[in-house]
C-alpha cells in the first residue's frame, strides 16, 4: 500500500482511549476548516468542519477545537478504535472572493490505534 | 456510489509520454478542485472550475498541464512530456456552491513515471 508520512507526527494510543490531533494553521484570514482522515491507498475522507465564527463543533465521537488567537485547531476523537488509524489532515480555506474554496493542508499526523 | 469516481486508479507510464485523468464529481456539485500529494506531504491545488469555467490555476500547473471541464460534469487533466517529478497521487474533489461547504475527495489517481 501507499507509504504515507515518512516525516510526520505520530500519535499511537489504546482502543478506547480518547485522542487529541492538533494543528497550526498559517492564514489569520482563513473563514473554514476542516479535518480529514486519509487510509492508505484512499483519498481524503471529510470528518468535519468548522468555520471561524465558532470555536468548537460536535460531530459523531469527533470534536473540532478552534482558537483563532494562536491559530490553532484540534481534533478530538472519543473511544478511539482501532479503524480511526490513518493519517489525520487540517485543512484551511482562505477568505475573500479570490480563493475559490481551494484548501490549503497541514503537515498531517499519524495516528496508530492499538487493539 | 455517488462519490467522486477517478479514472485510471494507477497510472504507469515512461518519462516522456503524455497521460491523462479523468474525474467525475459528485453531480449535483458545481464546484470541481485538482490537488497533487506526494509521499508525505498534504494535498496541494492545482486548479479550480466553477461549472465548466476554469477560474484559478496554481503556479503549480506549468504549461504541460492542461485540464478540462467541457459540460460543467466531468473533468480531464492532462500531462504532457511527462517527468520523474509528475510522479504523485492525483486528486479530484467536489463541492457545491459557496466556499463553506466540505469539498469530497475521489481515491485519485497514482502515477508513476518510468
Known amino acids: 500500500g501507499e507509504s504515507v508520512g515518512l516525516h510526520l507526527p505520530t500519535l499511537s494510543v489504546q482502543e478506547g482511549d480518547n485522542s487529541i490531533i492538533n494543528c497550526a494553521y498559517s492564514?489569520?484570514?482563513?473563514?473554514?476548516f476542516i479535518w480529514y482522515k486519509q487510509e492508505s491507498g484512499k483519498g481524503p475522507q471529510f470528518i468535519i468542519d468548522?468555520?471561524?465564527?465558532?470555536d468548537k463543533r460536535q460531530g459523531q465521537r469527533v470534536t473540532v477545537l478552534l482558537n483563532k488567537t494562536v491559530k490553532h485547531l484540534s481534533l478530538q476523537i472519543a473511544a478511539t478504535q482501532p479503524g480511526d488509524s490513518a493519517v489525520y489532515f487540517c485543512?484551511?480555506?482562505?477568505?475573500?472572493?479570490?480563493?475559490?474554496?481551494?484548501?490549503?493542508f497541514g503537515q498531517g499526523t499519524i495516528l496508530t490505534v492499538h487493539p | 456510489d455517488t462519490g467522486v469516481s477517478q479514472d485510471p486508479r494507477h497510472k504507469i507510464t515512461k518519462r516522456g509520454q503524455n497521460v491523462t485523468f479523468r474525474c467525475d464529481p459528485i453531480?449535483?456539485?458545481?464546484?470541481l478542485y485538482w490537488y497533487r500529494q506526494t509521499l508525505g506531504q498534504g494535498p496541494e491545488f492545482l486548479t479550480y472550475?466553477?461549472?465548466?469555467?476554469?477560474?484559478?490555476k496554481s503556479r503549480l500547473l506549468s504549461d504541460r498541464f492542461s485540464a478540462e471541464r467541457p459540460k460543467g460534469s466531468f473533468s480531464t487533466l492532462e500531462i504532457q512530456r511527462t517527468e520523474q517529478g509528475d510522479s504523485a497521487m492525483y486528486l479530484c474533489?467536489?463541492?457545491?456552491?459557496?466556499?463553506?461547504?466540505?469539498?469530497?475527495f475521489g481515491d485519485g489517481t497514482r502515477l508513476s513515471i518510468l
Open positions: 453531480s449535483e456539485h458545481n464546484r
Open positions: 485543512a484551511e480555506k482562505g477568505a475573500g472572493g479570490t480563493s475559490y474554496g481551494k484548501l490549503t
Open positions: 468548522i468555520r471561524s465564527n465558532m
Open positions: 472550475f466553477q461549472n465548466e469555467a476554469q477560474l484559478e
Open positions: 492564514n489569520s484570514a482563513s473563514d473554514y
Open positions: 474533489a467536489s463541492c457545491q456552491g459557496g466556499g463553506g461547504q466540505p469539498q469530497h
